[in-house]
Nanobody
């Protein structure tokens, strides 16, 4: 099931961006969606996921404090990642991916995710 990310860009510290993950409508009804990011020279890390059945959301410890918010529009079947109060260390390529196991933040690991997009670049300057 292909997924496509969009919405990345360049902002200054403290700025905001809203990333979008798009797939087929049926896929987003069936699959959980997660967001990951990969900073230069670092491993890809999980950020957040949303369960397709109950709408529950889970966040990695590194982004708790809710600067980041994952949400889903049930009408458009798009999944969003709202990024607020951005910092230079948030600079990364952000990916969305499908899963069937968004059950807690412990499942924010690559091995639990199935299909990946190509990513969208987020650059935060100081």
């Amino acid at each position: 099931v292909p997924v496509v990310e969009s919405g990345g860009g360049s902002v200054q510290t403290g700025g905001s961006l809203k990333l979008t993950c798009k797939s087929s409508r049926s896929a987003l009804d069936y699959y959980d969606i997660g967001w990951f990011r990969q900073a230069p020279g670092k491993e890809r890390e999980g950020v957040a996921c949303i369960n397709s059945n109950n709408g529950r959301t889970y966040y990695a410890d590194s982004v708790k404090g809710r600067r980041f918010t994952i949400s889903k529009d049930n009408d458009t079947r798009l999944v969003y990642l709202q990024l607020d109060s951005l910092k230079p260390e948030d600079t990364a390529v952000y990916y969305c991916a499908t899963s069937q196991t968004c059950l807690s933040h412990n499942f924010l690991r690559e091995k639990f995710f199935i299909s990946w997009g190509r990513g969208t670049q987020v650059t935060v300057s100081s």
